[in-house]
């Protein structure tokens, strides 16, 4: 995160956000809107109701270009690379040889190249990491002059269906190439928000425009980082830095099922000892969904302990839900607290807040099918 | 009822009938967001001047009430539980936080008036 005396970076559509009254904040080195003059509760439920454009252009994007690619790339992940067809994404874990997340992040499948989003706040570090292990032929290309727009809600695609009427023919984690209203764009059906939507890639220099016309049209409403974080919490759906980070494991995050089937028989990947140790005896931790009772938030780093007794572990990130309707939190409790409807204390402010380990998503998830 | 009275931290401070009734500002609000929660202090607490006393909670974050003058809690908004958003839409009228018996009312009287605590606003 850089320091607010620092200079920092804007997207593509800095103007645009201010134009709409955008409160701007620093993240990961950019200047971004946290919210609008609506405020992030009724941002949230926009997006919930019917759509929301946020933008994510502080995101990384690059591609992975050559023969073995995909393989290639597997040398930095758990994930299943080569069985990604043309035309599919899917999310997948950087992982470190001591087992750590270096960062979460999108993979797809061009076709000729691998498309890659990683986050704003560790592209520095991701970048570098895939270079490193890359054999000749396959190429590393940053994108750093695309922006990158997520129309996201119930109505997000068949709004933009207006323009493009293939992108509703995308399934889920479907990838497609369209040309809309002249701009040539890439479109993912995939989200951060829980709901059915896209995320669109667009040249820096035609972002604008492009933003101005899903902004026209109906039911589409700009929101900021906060209703973005509200929704992927309710979502269930982790934040790299809080929830994820490079001292936690795939196994203790409880993203196993971003771990490839056949990965799972070559242990072959970054990390790979620790995650197989931890898969046969499990860990002494595991990230879980927490509800506390009532209607007081609990926020990241609040320490959870045994009801009545000692510490078992820390909330990573916490928050009121807008749509559930009450707080909502997830963190890291040890193994033989960490099962649904265990009761926990939340020590928030000295004072100990009843709550239960719940299920995620806190709201139910509406994509595609 | 006074005139009312200011401080930096964002609060409002109205005395009437010798009971002070404080709030946060419109500003305070706005730069807050959508409030969820309230957390109000007990009655009867004696609380000294600039003591954390209350606690709001908005989607967007915790932040912390201060009590602007020293004096003891005799009343709370219990309506803000079931309606935080009060905060948000009446700041300086139904959106009150708690009311103190000031120990010494001179204390109101050195707070920033209308015009001074504006005019503090528009340095920030």
């Not at chain 1, 759509?51 to 502080?58: E, K, N, P, R, T």
């Not at chain 1, 980070?245 to 993203?255: F, I, R």
Request: with cysteine; hydrophobic share 45%; net charge negative.
């Amino acid at each position: 995160m850089a320091d607010s005396t620092e200079t920092l970076l804007e997207t593509p559509l800095a103007a645009l956000h201010r134009e709409l009254g955008g409160r701007m904040v620093p993240f990961a080195g950019y200047a971004m809107p946290v919210q609008y003059p609506a405020g992030i509760l009724t941002e949230h439920l926009q997006c919930r109701e019917t759509a929301a454009l946020f933008d994510v252009s502080h995101m990384g994007q690059a591609e992975l270009v050559g023969e073995g690619a995909a393989a290639a790339l597997e040398r930095v992940t758990p994930a299943d690379v080569q069985i990604l067809k043309p035309g599919r994404q899917k999310y997948g874990l950087l992982t470190m040889a001591d087992g750590g997340i270096l960062d979460d992040f999108m993979v797809a499948n061009l076709g000729d190249r691998l498309f890659l989003v990683v986050n704003a706040s560790r592209k520095h570090v991701d970048l570098p990491y895939i270079e490193s292990v890359l054999p000749a032929g396959v190429t590393l290309k940053p994108l750093p002059d695309r922006a990158l727009i997520a129309l996201q809600g119930p109505q997000a695609v068949a709004s933009i269906a207006t323009l493009a009427p293939g992108i509703a023919e995308l399934g889920f984690m479907g990838v497609g190439s369209f040309n809309i209203a002249g701009v040539p764009v890439l479109v993912s059906r995939s989200g951060y928000t829980g709901e059915d939507g896209v995320e669109i890639s667009v040249p820096a220099d035609l972002a604008e425009g492009f933003a101005r016309t899903l902004l026209a049209l109906p039911g589409v409403h700009p929101a900021g980082l906060g209703a973005r974080d509200s929704l992927r919490l309710e979502a269930g759906l982790c934040l790299y830095g809080n929830d994820i980070d490079e001292t936690t494991s795939p196994v203790e995050a409880a993203l196993t099922w971003t771990l490839g089937k056949r990965r799972r028989t070559e242990w072959n990947f970054p990390g790979a000892e620790r995650v197989r140790e931890e898969l046969a005896n499990g860990t002494k931790r595991l990230r879980v969904g927490i509800k506390p009772d009532g209607r007081q938030p609990a926020r990241g780093h609040t320490p959870i302990h045994a009801p009545g007794g000692a510490a078992i572990g820390e909330i990573t990130s916490g928050g009121f839900g807008p749509s559930l309707n009450g707080p909502m939190a997830m963190g890291y409790v040890a193994r033989d607290h960490a099962a649904d409807g265990t009761a926990l204390d939340l020590m928030v402010r000295g004072k100990a807040i009843p709550a239960r380990v719940a299920p995620m998503p806190f709201v139910p998830h509406r994509y595609a099918r | 009822m006074s005139e009312t009275k200011f401080t930096k931290d964002h609060e409002w401070v109205r005395l009437d009938g010798g009971i002070a009734t404080v709030g946060i500002t419109d500003h305070a609000q706005n730069a807050l967001g959508d409030v969820v929660f309230v957390d109000l202090p007990e009655i009867g607490r004696e609380v000294t001047a600039g003591e954390a006393i209350a606690v709001v909670e908005s989607v967007k974050a915790a932040s912390d009430v201060y009590a602007p003058i020293a004096g003891k809690i005799v009343e709370v908004n219990g309506a803000l539980s079931d309606n935080p958003g009060t905060i948000n839409s009446a700041p300086t009228t139904d959106g009150w936080f708690f009311k103190i018996e000031p120990a010494d009312a001179g204390e109101i009287a050195a707070l920033l008036d209308e015009a001074a605590y504006a005019a503090y606003v528009d340095t920030l």
